[in-house]
């Protein structure tokens, strides 16, 4: 099975990237992270990258002059390292067509929301606030809206009474974790494909993937 070469981009922790990590080690993804590129020094994530000997860079976002020119410093890093696919762990930042022209149809996101509902910051208050009774997370292709591109694959958790914040985020990082590295293997297979529509978004295909969820079966 051929393995397939990683660029992580990260803002926080890096629970994600430590997921993606421990799936590799316990042979269930055929993968490797060839660098960890963070927008924000200090990170958690880039000590998880460090202290594995993943080299990692930090390119701030607040020295480019537009997104654009930030994308392309990020592009340049990812290249660099020799990375196939693009894998946002984590990472708040909205990227262009300069990153996503770089690596078509090859940027992953994961979000902590059953899209299309709640896109953008602060998923799980979101939820709350709203009221749902399911919240979940969602790993999808990234296009150029915010957390808009074709889903690939959900979890669903449920929301409790006694549920804040806090709670919520974390239940939902479980599922996120699971989720995320799953879908890296399903790429690594080659079974993942984007189907075009007449009058309906992108369908994500997933060869010999009957039920692309968690949590609802
Ligand atoms: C995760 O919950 C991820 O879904 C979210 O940031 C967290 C990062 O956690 N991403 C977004 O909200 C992107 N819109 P981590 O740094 O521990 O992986």
Known sequence: MAVIALGVLVSGSG????????AIDAGK?????AVVVSNVAGAGALERAT????????????????????????????RAYGSQYVVLAGFMRILT???LDAFP?????????LLPAFP?????????????RIAGCSVHFVDAG????????QAAVPVLE??????????????????????????????VTVEAREGARPLVRIAGVACASLGTT
């Open 162 to 191: 006694t549920d804040d914040t806090a709670s919520l985020r974390s239940r939902i990082l479980e599922k996120e974790h699971e989720l995320l590295p799953r879908v890296l293997q399903w790429l690594a297979e080659g079974r």
């Open 120 to 132: 953008g910051v602060d998923a799980q208050e979101q939820a709350l606030r709203y009221g749902v």
């Open 29 to 33: 993804l055929d993968a490797k992270v």
């Open 105 to 113: 149809a090859r940027v992953v996101n994961v979000h902590p929301a």
């Open 97 to 99: 067509k300069t990153l």
């Open 51 to 78: 202290s594995r000997g993943i080299p990692t860079r930090v390119i701030d976002h607040r020295g480019f002059a537009d997104r654009a020119a930030f994308d392309a410093a990020l592009v340049a890093e990812l």
């Open 15 to 22: 629970t994600n990237l430590q997921a993606i990590l421990d």
């Open 146 to 153: 915010t957390d808009t591109g074709p889903i690939i694959a």
